[in-house]
């Protein structure tokens, strides 16, 4: 959680940083001036879930050993205003969260719940830019993301000790902040990210004979941060 916010606090900050720069050359560019674009973009993600327990349970669900994911998108981006660009950037997502069990001693509990999701993804965002300085450009970023995970059981799988299940459709809000590098022939954007599901995706239907996975868990939401990098 601290490398992530750290990541987030160096982005916001580094356009202050910049503006101590001496003045360069621009390199020559026309991605501003043009009404449409389009570039790919390729990240890294942390998938974790936003956990809440069932009061008065004999066990306490938690999230642990967060697995690095990757994301690939196509960028397609919309210039209506000097400041404002609309951007939708379909693609693909890959990550793993795992969940461990303990009773009220605190001792581990039960087969640790490796879940892993398979994302195809449709987020619509408003990006919002400050002044170009120099070849580089500080922005805000917000919108909405849906996704359907492809790695979602509508079954149990018997030969796997896994018995939490995860809906496929999901909704997700998503703020960041980034900068965009203009680069001799191309742009270059470093983008950090975070995304935070509206609804509960947890299966309450519980694996028989295994019911306290599923029992003890009161709801699972979804949140992935992602560093990316995109081409444009």
């Known amino acids: 959680m601290y490398k992530r916010t750290a990541i987030i606090i160096l982005l916001l900050l580094m356009p202050f940083l ?5 003045a360069k ?12 674009h389009f570039g790919f973009s390729m990240g890294v ?37 000097t400041y404002l660009d609309l951007r939708f950037l ?19 509990w039960g087969e640790t719940q490796v879940i892993e ?4 993804e449709f987020p619509l965002y408003l990006k919002a830019k400050g002044m170009r300085m120099n070849n580089s450009r500080p922005y805000l970023l917000a ?30 809000y998503e703020v960041g902040a980034g900068i ?7 742009k270059l954007t470093i983008e950090a990210k975070m995304s935070t599901g509206l609804f ?20 699972l939401r979804s949140q992935v941060w992602s560093l990316s990098f995109h081409f444009e």
């Open 180 to 186: 965009d590098f203009y680069l001799p022939y191309f």
């Open 143 to 172: 919108g909405m993301n849906f996704r359907y995970d492809l790695a979602g059981k509508k079954e149990y799988d018997i030969d796997r000790p896994v018995y939490i299940r995860l809906k496929r459709p999901d909704l997700y």
């Open 117 to 120: 999701s398979s994302f195809l």
């Open 45 to 81: 993600n942390t998938m974790d879930f936003i956990l809440k327990n069932v009061e008065g349970s004999d066990l306490r669900a938690e999230v642990v050993s967060l697995k690095p994911g990757i994301n690939i998108q196509i960028v397609t981006d919309y210039r209506p205003s």
């Open 25 to 36: 050359p621009k390199n020559d560019s026309n991605y501003d001036d043009r009404l449409l």
């Open 200 to 219: 509960d995706v947890m299966v309450h239907e519980p694996f028989p004979g295994f019911e306290q996975y599923v029992n003890s868990v009161a709801s």
């Open 90 to 108: 379909p693609g693909v997502s890959f990550g793993q969260r795992n969940i461990n069990f303990y009773d009220l001693n605190g001792a581990k």
């Open 18 to 22: 910049l503006v101590a720069q001496k």
